[in-house]
């Protein structure tokens, strides 16, 4: 990974170590929301994550007690990796690193940190493994799907593999973006899959892919849905987004009664060619830096300290879903939602004809 002031940057946590005793309380609970308690984690693992040079976290995300029902706690891993191959290696050996790379970091027997993981999520790769029957867990994988039954068309694609092995299901990508170095209008076709919720043996579940995290309705309706945890597998770079990185997975979690794991690469990839986006900026060789920073948030706008900036990592939350009705209940936005009031208005809007509705008042 290449070196550069924003990679070295450790973290908006770090730093706020400075601030001491109560005022650290204060402004953690401010910024962050109540503080989750650290989940045990055991010596074998640890040794896993110093040997594989990986950081490991996890946190405990608890919710009331109800009377009628019994809490329903699922653990979620996000991964967050660099590529291991350069970017010059055959693309089926960096696939093959990238495989080996997850089966280290955390898809290991079962004394490792997977113990009750019931749900992995890996960042925005061309990748896709199969270790959920093995381990009795689901997990979504993003990659570049090819389709051969229609046209060859390249989609953006998370698929879902259950507890069986097989594939369950698969999100397609809604919004492509057209920013900076990100110009996958060129290559990926949007998605016509809509926004599916699949219901999996531990919680119904949804996949935003990336850019769509900008898009406060892709969340929206993925939650509408029923989904209870929205994962955001991401890859982005700190001059880019990392002002709203932690803003916008947050958001929609509070906005939805729902959780949602927002995860990103890491490291700085170079290219062999330089290349520019027609902006203006110097022809370059790389995206900058993928800073990382993987968290969970949950439905009370509370959320996880991040992974690393710079350094591989699994985060691990043990949540438990209750918190998504009991915030619905308490906060009530899905009740007070109006929805026939905007699906008129977005009606209108959505016609070529529209002319926004501004009227004079000076
Ligand atoms: N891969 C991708 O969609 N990146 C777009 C950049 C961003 O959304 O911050």
């Avoid at 830096?289 to 439905?299: I, K, L």
Wanted: hydrophobic share 35%.
């Amino acid at each position: 990974m290449a070196g550069n002031s924003q990679s070295e940057f450790k973290g908006v946590e770090e730093a706020l170590k400075a601030i001491e005793g109560p005022e650290h309380e204060e402004v953690y609970r401010v910024l962050y929301g109540r503080k989750h308690p650290e989940i045990a984690i055991s010596d074998d693992a640890k040794k896993l994550a110093e040997s594989g040079n990986f950081e490991l976290k996890g946190y405990s995300v608890s919710a009331s007690p109800e009377q009628l029902r019994t809490p329903r706690i699922v653990r979620i891993a996000a991964i967050q990796n660099q590529i291991v191959q350069p970017t010059t290696a055959p693309v089926a050996e960096q696939r093959d690193a990238l495989h080996k790379r997850y089966a280290i970091c955390v898809l290991h027997p079962r004394k490792t940190p997977m113990d009750g993981i019931r749900r992995v999520c890996l960042q925005r790769t061309n990748d896709q493994i199969s270790y959920s029957k093995k381990y009795g867990i689901v997990i979504i994988s993003p990659i570049l799907e090819r389709d051969e039954e229609k046209d060859d068309v390249i989609w953006n694609t998370a698929v879902v593999i259950g507890t069986n092995g097989q594939v369950v299901g698969r999100s397609r990508k809604n919004h492509i973006p057209r920013v900076g170095d990100f110009n996958e209008s060129t290559y990926y076709m949007e998605s016509q899959l809509g926004h599916p919720v699949f219901e999996t043996e531990f919680g119904r579940i949804a996949i935003n892919i990336c850019y769509g995290r900008h898009h406060p309705m892709n969340w929206q309706m993925y939650a509408l849905n029923g989904a209870e945890i929205i994962f955001n597998p991401s890859a982005t770079v700190g001059a880019l987004s990392e002002p709203l990185w932690g803003i916008e997975a947050r958001n929609a979690a509070i906005a939805n009664h729902c959780f949602t794991v927002a995860v990103n690469r890491v490291g700085t990839e170079q290219f062999p060619h330089e290349f520019t986006s027609g902006n203006g900026k110097p022809a370059h060789k790389d995206f900058g830096h993928f800073y990382g920073s993987s968290y969970v948030a949950a439905p009370d706008g509370s959320r996880t300290p991040s992974l690393s900036r710079t350094q591989d990592g699994v985060l691990i939350a043990e949540v438990d879903l209750n918190l998504c009705r009991q915030t619905k209940d308490s906060w009530g936005f899905r009740m007070t939602n109006r929805l026939e009031l905007y699906a008129k208005s977005f009606t209108a809007a959505s016609d070529p004809e529209y002319r926004p509705d501004v009227r004079k008042a000076f």
